[in-house]
């Protein structure tokens, strides 16, 4: 069950935060707890092996850039681990002289279980979390989990924090395959979606750079009606629909079609890969 559910506020300072790794998520991430003053450049760290990417970040960001993880590690109290899953577990040998129960790891590393972590570094505080790629456009859906060793107020901040990228939600680890089918791996179900009704209205002759943004709106549009909205799916499409009119034909054609059978197994079918890659 869904336990805490964050919304951009902005101005939490406070604390240092640390980035091992600045590619393209961690700079989403950045950006989002800069631009919504969260935090200050002043209060965060980072490193990474590119020099050109580290330069370019601390550029656009000002914020600190150091030579070595494990100095980063001892300068900051929260230490976002944002590298490929497979040097994950070097990176926390090389950290963990550094680490008390006073700090806290974060993971975005897809496939890296909490216990992974835990085993390797000990009775210190892990967070896990899981963004999505529209991060990219402040419109991500992460999903955090904690460990055995967190305060409630450490999972509210991390919450918080990841909320200025989106909405962020703590849900049980049990859970994460599911969350890697739906929202981990969803934007590209989506955009095969989108994609599909753009072209299929090109074919009627409108132009297929407006259809995309027509569909590419609609979608966005729609999710928002959810979101917003105390209604439920069923609700928002029958208030679309008139009987016997045009929506109904196509309300038509999804039903016969077995859509949702579909569906059911893209999700079925990701979440058992997720679950099999998963450490």
């Not at 105390?230 to 009119?245: R, S």
């Not at 038509?252 to 059911?264: D, E, G, K, P, W």
């Amino acid at each position: 069950m869904d336990k805490k559910i964050g919304k951009k506020i902005g101005k939490k300072i406070g604390q240092k935060i640390g980035f091992i790794g600045l590619g393209k998520m961690a700079s989403a991430i950045l950006s989002g707890i800069l631009e919504s003053q969260f935090t200050t450049a002043s209060h965060v760290y980072g490193t990474e092996v590119d020099e050109k990417t580290a330069q370019t970040v601390e550029e656009r960001t000002k914020i600190t850039i150091l030579d070595s993880n494990p100095e980063l590690a001892k300068e900051a109290d929260i230490i976002i681990i944002c590298t490929k899953p497979w040097v994950v577990k070097e990176v926390l040998e090389a950290i963990k002289p550094e680490l008390n129960s006073q700090k806290t790891i974060i993971s975005i590393a897809a496939g890296i279980s909490i216990k992974t972590i835990e085993d390797i570094i000990g009775k210190i505080p892990v967070i896990r979390v899981m963004p999505n790629t529209p991060a990219l456009v402040g419109e991500a859906m992460s999903v955090i989990a904690k460990g055995q060793f967190v305060k409630e107020e450490d999972v509210s901040y991390i919450v918080q924090m990841f909320a200025n990228i989106g909405l962020a939600v703590e849900i049980d680890e049990k859970n994460i395959d599911a969350v890697t089918a739906l929202s981990g791996s969803g934007p590209a179900f989506y955009y095969y979606i989108i994609d599909e009704m753009a072209k299929a209205a090109a074919k009627l002759g409108l132009d297929y750079r407006h259809a995309l943004m027509l569909s590419a709106q609609t979608a966005l549009g729609a999710g928002k009606m959810i979101l917003n909205s105390d209604e439920n799916p069923e609700t928002l499409i029958k208030a679309v629909t008139t009987p016997g009119g045009c929506t109904e034909v196509g309300n038509n054609i999804l039903a016969q079609s077995c859509i949702n059978t579909i569906l059911n197994e893209v999700i079925l079918k990701t979440a058992q890969k997720a679950k099999a890659l998963g450490t």
